[in-house]
């Protein structure tokens, strides 16, 4: 096992130069397929990492890197790890406040993007750590690049995850966190090998498309990467790359069963899909619809991969909403609130250890201790767990809305909230939703008259756009607790649309 992405591209470099290792999908000439070899990696990377040292990247320095899914962004997530510094991804979808935080709070001395975000970024800078704003056809350099050998726990990311309250905050992830994951799938089920073809279809400031790398170049597996995903087309590139396995999550399942069927279904080369909240209702039916059994997984931007289902359960447990049993590297209890083990069967607090874990929430020693009380790391989910060790979902305790597969911190859209001058108060919850999962649901308080669609106009200059609320209530002011907290049970109590205004439907319901 190798104990550094370094020696994952050196090793992977030296074994399989030739071989493709990553093929984008659209990012050649024309629009065309452009692939990189192993030896590619191991060259390009080599020269990025001088680049980024010529413009005084040494160990121990963190960069923000915000760029669509192109070649540069895991190139320059490898050549940062040959320098013993620390990428920070940026969404690609922030703006102003929640791209501004990240940039202040990680200490980013450097960003590299490309010409449409450079703006965005030069204008967050004042007042932060980062003196220079690139773009990636600034960054050239001849090599070699300056030699440093990382440890197992060298930091390679602040990957930054919205939090249960407040603003995003930071996972420190080091080497180790990278190989273990990729040994696992690599020596586990699904057991990737150099015989498969991977997909990914998520943006790379996700640590998925990232885990897929460093398993592509553990198990000498050619990575597939899409520009994004794209429902009506994406088992047309399962096909045309003949893809073996591959990874999604959330809305994905729900919205590729929603295709018009084809006579092509099942004409692939697909051996298992692994996906995260498989809708336990769906889940025979996308297995009948393709022909290839779906795999449920769990595992957090803190912890990694964590629970799987395997082949042996899977029969039994289809429909069931079982998460899987702990992957080898991995302790998992289900615990009452002092972090005592429940009986089986009972529900409680899922809790995690084991290798391979985040070090901690960068710059915030309070919530790290929070999060690891005890010698655990909490999740914050509620979970149950069966006689044989089997680990079913029940549901979140954070203050969190899951909106198409994307967190959103409900404090982090009540404070872009108050920033307008007419908002005195606000409070933002989760409205179930049939296609997304959750919606979210804004309550103002206003001291001058403002409707709706100029506060979500404003809200979009702040945050992504997946965070801006879809519904709105004006209310004269909000239920509080005796602590004096809003009550958001209150809040969440009865159909939430009812008297809102839907922006969606352009109208008040």
Not at 93 to 117: P, Q, W
Not at 384 to 402: H, L, S
Not at 492 to 504: C, E, S, V
Request: with cysteine; hydrophobic share 40%; charged share 25%.
């Amino acid at each position: 096992m190798s104990t550094h992405l370094v020696e994952l591209v050196t090793t992977a470099a030296r074994t399989w130069p030739d071989k493709p290792a990553w093929i984008f999908d659209d990012t050649g000439q024309d629009g065309a397929p452009e692939t990189l070899t192993f030896a590619d990696v191991d060259r390009r990377t080599g020269l990025l990492a001088a680049a980024l040292a010529d413009r005084g990247v040494a160990a121990g320095d963190r960069v923000a890197v915000m760029l669509h899914n192109r070649p540069e962004f895991p190139l320059l997530w490898l050549a940062l790890a040959r320098l013993g510094a620390a990428m920070v991804p940026v969404n690609t979808g922030y703006r102003e406040l929640d791209g501004g935080h990240v940039i202040a709070h990680s200490g980013a001395s450097l960003a590299v993007t490309a010409e449409e975000f450079a703006g965005l970024l030069r204008t967050v800078a004042p007042g932060t750590a980062l003196r220079e704003v690139v773009t990636t056809d600034e960054l050239t350099g001849a090599g070699p690049a300056p030699g440093f050998v990382p440890t197992p726990e060298t930091p390679t990311n602040i990957q930054y995850t919205s939090g249960t309250t407040g603003a995003p905050k930071g996972c420190v992830l080091p080497h180790r966190y990278w190989t273990t994951l990729a040994d696992d799938l690599a020596t586990a089920f699904p057991a990737v090998s150099s015989e498969d073809v991977m997909l990914t279809a998520q943006s790379f400031h996700y640590i998925d498309p990232q885990w897929n790398v460093a398993l592509g170049l553990r198990s000498g597996a050619t990575l597939v990467v899409l520009d994004r995903f794209h429902p009506s087309t994406f088992w047309e590139k399962v096909r045309e790359h003949r893809v073996t396995w591959f990874y999604c999550l959330g809305l994905m399942p729900t919205l590729l069963l929603r295709m018009p069927e084809q006579p092509e279904d099942r004409d692939h080369r697909v051996r298992a899909i692994t996906a995260s909240a498989i809708p336990p209702e769906l889940h025979a039916e996308l297995e009948a619809r393709w022909g290839v059994p779906w795999y449920e997984a769990f595992g957090m931007t803190e912890t990694g991969g964590d629970i799987r289902m395997y082949p042996g359960d899977h029969d039994e447990l289809v429909g069931s909403g079982c998460i899987g049993r702990p992957a080898a590297h991995r302790e998992v209890i289900v615990a009452d609130e002092n972090g005592v083990p429940v009986p089986r069967g009972s529900e409680g607090e899922l809790l995690i250890r084991g290798t391979g874990l985040m070090h901690r929430y960068h710059d915030d020693p309070d919530a790290t201790a929070k999060a690891f009380r005890g010698g655990w790391f909490h999740t914050g989910d509620l979970a149950r767990m069966d006689e044989a060790g089997r680990v079913f979902f029940i549901g979140r305790t954070k203050d969190m809305i899951r909106r198409s597969g994307e967190n959103i911190a409900a404090d982090e859209v009540e404070r872009a909230l108050l920033l307008h001058p007419g908002v005195t108060a606000a409070a933002v919850v989760a409205v179930p939703d049939e296609l997304r999962g959750e919606e979210v649901k804004a309550y103002v308080v206003l001291g001058t008259e403002h409707d709706p669609e100029e506060l979500a106009e404003f809200c979009e200059t702040k945050l992504a756009r997946f965070k801006v609320p879809r519904f709105w209530s004006v209310v004269d002011e909000l239920p509080m607790t005796p602590s004096e907290r809003v009550a958001k049970g209150q809040l969440r109590q009865g159909d939430q649309r009812t008297g809102a205004y839907d922006r969606k439907a352009g109208a008040w319901l």
